[in-house]
């Protein structure tokens, strides 16, 4: 890590993938001077406790970024992040955006550190953070796709309430109690709801969409054959998701095994003698990426079957755009 020390502002401070990344930062000892945390005026003037200290929130205005910050994290919505990433860097500063604002553009580097950390080199004051079922799921896929090539992935994705906010977390939490949902179109307790983010003209929803795009992006794969569908499941915290891949080479379930757990930031947990499998709560407030169940899928040459699960606030938002930062700062970015 360099000697040098920067200063980190953090926007959207207050949410819930905001205050989560205060709590990765406090895990890691960056080389961090001044920390500085911003939100809407509505939060602004409360406190958030910091390493020890109390910190006081302040709105974000457009001359929030004057004072010179070397590295901002975006966790505030689409709308703000257009709004005032461009400010940011218009002062030399380099947002971490985990919205969805810039992820498909050509020019912004679209990162996950395990699988494509060459790509951060190429900012021009923006990275955009992807969406948080897509981070789970490119992670053991590149590791496979680097010595068998993918030919075609099929995505069933089991998403926790908390990737809706807090208000997900509500309906959840309400729902038990028969209160009416506030954030879903169908009460989430006791269903499963295959509807996650708006329809699209062709029958699948925004967050469909994104793993897609976002998953051929990141890969480098344009033409990939890739399908969706998420579904947002009656549990509090950590994704899981199906995954049907089919390679363009062959491969022994030991040597899948082996490349999976030789990979930086999985765990493979993969003994169905022991009902050993991935589960949310073995995920919950870990930054791994967690692999089970794998076995061969029958019915196709070269084909795969993958269980995986993740924090979806931790790896799948906040300590992936830490580690991004992380990165930034050991390049001396």
């Avoid at 395990?114 to 790509?119: A, F, G, K, Q, W």
């Avoid at 030919?151 to 069933?156: G, L, Q």
């Avoid at 579904?231 to 390679?247: G, K, L, Q, Y």
Wanted: some cysteine; hydrophobic content about 40%.
């Amino acid at each position: 890590m360099s000697e040098k020390k920067y200063k980190l502002a953090i926007v959207g401070a207050t949410g819930v993938v905001g205050r989560m990344a205060l709590q990765v930062l406090e895990d890691k000892n960056l080389p961090v001077s001044e920390y500085a945390f911003f939100a809407s005026s509505h939060s602004a003037g409360s406190e958030l406790l910091f390493q020890g200290k109390p910190h006081v929130v302040r709105e974000l205005t457009e001359d929030s970024f004057n004072e010179g910050f070397d590295f901002a994290i975006f966790s505030a919505g689409g709308d703000t992040a257009k709004k005032y990433t461009p400010i940011a860097s218009s002062h030399g500063c380099i947002v971490v955006d985990n919205s969805s604002a810039f992820r498909m553009e050509q020019d912004v580097p679209l990162v996950v550190p395990e699988v494509n950390p060459e790509e951060i080199a190429n900012n021009h004051g923006i990275i955009a953070n992807p969406n948080c079922s897509t981070i789970q799921a490119v992670v053991p896929l590149k590791a496979l796709d680097d010595k068998y090539g993918i030919r075609r992935i099929v995505y069933s994705t089991y998403q926790a309430v908390s990737g809706a906010g807090r208000l997900g977390l509500e309906d959840l939490e309400n729902g038990a109690k028969g209160e009416a949902p506030k954030k879903f179109a169908h009460p989430i307790y006791n269903n499963c709801l295959p509807h996650i983010d708006v329809f699209l003209e062709n029958g699948y929803t925004k967050e469909e969409e994104k793993m897609i795009n976002e998953t051929r992006k990141i890969l480098k794969k344009p033409d990939l054959r890739v399908t969706a569908t998420c579904v947002r499941v009656p549990v509090a915290n950590s994704h899981s998701e199906s995954i049907n891949v089919e390679f363009e080479k062959p491969f022994s379930l030991d040597e899948v095994r082996k490349t999976l757990q030789d990979y930086s930031g999985i765990v493979v947990l993969d003994d169905v003698s022991k009902n050993e499998y991935p589960l949310a709560t073995i995920a919950n407030g870990h930054d791994e990426v967690y692999v089970g169940r794998i076995r061969r899928d029958e019915s196709v040459e070269n084909g795969l079957n993958l269980w995986v699960v993740a924090d979806n606030i931790r790896k799948g938002a906040a300590s992936n755009a830490v580690q991004i930062v992380e990165k930034l700062m050991e390049n001396n970015f």
